[in-house]
């Protein structure tokens, strides 16, 4: 497999992506919504709106995330008053699964844009008939999709812990984000689920004759990350570092068998056809 080939398939598929509007905007204007506005909103929205703090405070989601979270987790609201323990568990933990949107969104947008965005714009035949192998094609489109979903999805992550130190250092007086428990999201989950998208999207990509198509299909796992999101505000699932961990290793084993699956239907004579079709 030569790095030089995958190279230019990667660069080529990057810079179609730069050209596809409906790709690209999503990926600004979403991370500015979550790594901005959301945080914020939540630290500053009590001050500039006067709300009282009481009413700010009675949250039932707090409440409910507040009554059950582990005692191994009450230890990183000891010695904060109302206000500081409300945006650590807001904004430091129930926000904490939203963040795996990001790996999802990105990862889906640029595979879907590489499979079946070249399809409908007729381009794939060309590129299917070049000296590339099989195994060189699927890998410099995979690469093209998982390394930019991960340098988006940590710079995100870093604007983000910017933006709410910076923004609740009047009331803390120190950086305190980020919490141990976003490591391994960041580190461990977000790759697994680039990996389990772009496999995903190449399946649907095969045999989808659009880009939008693909992608609203691919777009459907981000059930998966609600689910942790609404797992943690019933109170069901904390994501803590050990939990972290277990769930990490179940998506990486649900990626290695998408992308094994991926990896068997990735065939140029059957794309040959379909796009022909």
């Known amino acids: 497999m030569k790095i030089e080939i995958l190279k230019a398939i990667a660069a080529k598929d990057l810079l179609e992506v730069r050209q596809n509007k409906a790709a690209w905007v999503p990926m600004v204007i979403v991370p500015l919504i979550f790594v901005l506005l959301l945080p914020l909103g939540l630290i500053l929205a009590p001050q500039l709106l006067n709300i009282p703090l009481d009413e700010f405070l009675a949250d039932p989601d707090l409440e409910i995330f507040l009554a059950n979270m582990p005692p191994s987790l009450m230890k990183t609201l000891e010695g904060l008053d109302a206000v500081q323990s409300a945006i650590v568990m807001g904004l430091g933990y129930l926000f904490a699964p939203m963040f795996l949107i990001f790996p999802l969104m990105f990862s889906t947008v640029i595979a879907a844009e590489s499979f079946a965005g070249e399809r409908e714009r007729k381009t794939l035949e060309a590129l299917l008939y070049t000296p590339a192998t099989d ?40 950086i305190w984000f980020p919490l141990a428990s976003w490591w391994p999201l960041m580190f461990w989950i977000a790759p697994a689920l680039a990996v389990l998208g772009i496999s995903a999207t190449v399946l649907i990509s095969i045999r ?27 109170g069901v699932l904390y994501l803590s570092v050990g939990i972290g961990l277990l769930v990490g290793l179940v998506v990486w084993l649900a990626a290695a068998g998408l992308t094994a699956a991926a990896v068997r239907s990735f065939r140029r004579s059957q794309l040959l056809s379909a796009a022909g079709g």
């Not at 699927?138 to 709410?164: C, D, E, H, N, R």
């Not at 777009?219 to 797992?231: C, D, R």
Request: proline fraction near 3%; hydrophobic fraction near 60%; aromatic fraction near 14%.
């Open 135 to 174: 195994g060189e094609l699927f890998m410099g489109k995979v690469l093209a999709a998982f390394i930019p979903a991960l340098l988006l999805t940590w710079g995100s992550f870093v604007g983000y812990a910017v933006v709410v130190n910076t923004a609740a250092w009047p009331l803390f007086g120190r």
């Open 208 to 234: 989808n004759q659009t880009f939008m198509g693909a992608y609203q299909l691919s777009g459907s796992l981000v059930v998966l990350v609600l689910a942790l999101v609404f797992g943690q505000i019933a």
